[in-house]
């Protein structure tokens, strides 16, 4: 597939540097965000700034969204006014990377079915990381023709791109990833504050067990950032924890029953009613230096 033009909707922690990428390779790109000051550094990179949806998503190959609920993916496609399906030409691929539910995706499939439109979920992992550094790993749900039609474009923000069935499955497979990163998020936390309790010095800690059976990407990325004190967002709480409801509500109609993920609910919830919504999901740490351990138990408690 010959794709010369890319609309992208979203420039966020994510966003902004995927997009750079595609600046980087060539590509002519839209691009529209509700803030425009977040699109700022990659309109000086060449991307062309929109003020809606549909006008970022005119006389493109393929439109990109990667933004944060999916009620905001729903508005920035289907908008009667201002959504991208208004702009797009016919033969198009629309590629939501959002982490979103299934059950919207495969209404998005199907909506972009019958105006002529190829649209896929796609939803990545690798955090802020991976975007800046082009490490992503892609998780694709659509018609196996969308993927063979993209896979290779998309291999500008990483070379993994897998395929893992129709409209929805994308955003199931990033389902897996959340439940998986809620238990690391755990384990790396608890590792981190015994290593301290014990007067070990924790870095070493963190670096050697790292490269051993105990190494995941929470410990070994956000490690060091729990270490310096440093809870901004590779990957906010709020929309983590909204990714963990997401799951659960899959799990609840399959009558799946994971307690981990129920515990990462309870407290992430916390911390996002007490203020810390905005920070990075290291900051669970936050629960093993504080008074905070006690109000999740009290929560459970009067469940």
Not at 46 to 72: M, N
Not at 87 to 111: C, H, N, V
Request: with cysteine; glycine share 12%.
């Amino acid at each position: 597939m010959d794709i010369k033009k890319v609309g992208f909707i979203g420039t966020g922690v994510m966003g902004a540097p995927m997009v750079g990428h595609l600046l980087k390779a060539g590509y002519e790109v839209n691009v529209f965000t509700r803030t425009k000051e977040r699109a700022n550094g990659v309109i000086e990179q060449g991307a062309k700034w929109c003020d809606t949806p549909r006008e970022c998503a005119e006389g493109c190959d393929v439109v990109i969204s990667i933004v944060g609920y999916p009620d905001d993916v729903r508005d920035v496609w289907t908008n009667r006014s201002t959504g991208a399906f208004k702009g797009m030409k016919k033969g198009a691929y629309g590629i939501d990377m959002t982490t979103s539910s299934p059950e919207l995706a495969s209404e998005l499939f199907q909506r972009g079915k019958a105006l002529g439109f190829n649209m896929v979920d796609c939803p990545v992992t690798g955090g802020d990381i991976g975007a800046r550094n082009a490490t992503l790993a892609m998780l694709f749900g659509g018609e196996q023709e969308s993927y063979e039609a993209l896979k290779d474009f998309l291999k500008v923000f990483g070379e993994r791109v897998e395929y893992f069935g129709n409209a929805g499955k994308g955003q199931l497979a990033k389902a897996c990833n959340q439940i998986a990163v809620a238990a690391t998020m755990f384990s790396a936390s608890e590792a981190i504050a015994f290593a301290s309790q014990m007067g070990l010095d924790v870095e070493k800690v963190i670096d050697t067990l790292s490269a051993g059976a105990a190494g995941s990407f929470s410990l070994r990325s956000y490690g060091p950032r729990i270490l310096s004190g440093d809870y901004n967002p590779g990957f906010k709480i709020a929309h983590f924890l909204k990714d963990i409801e997401i799951a659960l509500k899959v799990c609840d109609s399959h009558g799946i029953n994971l307690p981990c993920l129920e515990l990462a609910k309870k407290a992430y919830t916390v911390l996002n009613n007490i203020g810390h919504g905005e920070k990075g999901t290291q900051a669970l740490y936050l629960f093993y230096c504080s008074s905070l351990m006690p109000d999740l138990d009290a929560t459970d408690k009067n469940k």
